[in-house]
């Protein structure tokens, strides 16, 4: 088992930037694709960033270099940086962490949801005009 715990959301003005973060514990070892979704009020949740173990990363058109996705394994702590925010950027921010059925199998991990095994509870980013 794996349990995530995201922190960082928060409330901020259009053009802003917050980090979010998301301690892991627990058999961390087990897992091959750490990512982070957001699913804003009546909307499907939506992978934005994805890492593979060896460190590529994969990002949803929406988010390509406004956000970053990063981790500290020393930590066990995976990193979302947010900038340059837009208001369609609202919602609730989720890490998740998946063994090889995320894995696309070639060289970077998916975004699709389904395939993620682990969750956090969730941080909210509500970002205003």
């Known amino acids: 088992q794996v349990q995530l715990v995201e922190s960082g959301g928060g409330s901020v003005q259009s053009g802003g930037y917050l980090r979010l973060s998301c301690a892991a514990s627990?058999?961390?070892?087990?897992?091959?694709?750490m990512a982070w979704f957001r699913q804003a009020p009546g909307k499907e949740r939506e992978g934005i960033a994805t890492?593979?173990?060896?460190?590529?990363?994969n990002y949803a058109d929406s988010v390509k270099g406004r956000f970053t996705i990063s981790q500290d394994n020393t930590k066990n702590t995976l990193y979302l940086q947010m900038s340059n925010l837009k208001p369609e950027d609202t919602a609730m921010y989720y890490c998740?962490?998946?063994?090889?059925?995320?894995?696309?199998?070639?060289?970077?991990?998916?975004?699709?949801?389904?395939?993620?095994?682990?969750w956090g509870q969730g941080t909210q980013v509500t970002v205003s005009s």
């Open positions: 998740a962490a998946g063994t090889n059925r995320a894995y696309s199998g070639y060289g970077y991990c998916l975004t699709t949801a389904q395939t993620y095994t682990y």
């Open positions: 890492v593979y173990s060896v460190g590529r990363t």
């Open positions: 627990g058999y961390t070892a087990s897992t091959t694709c």
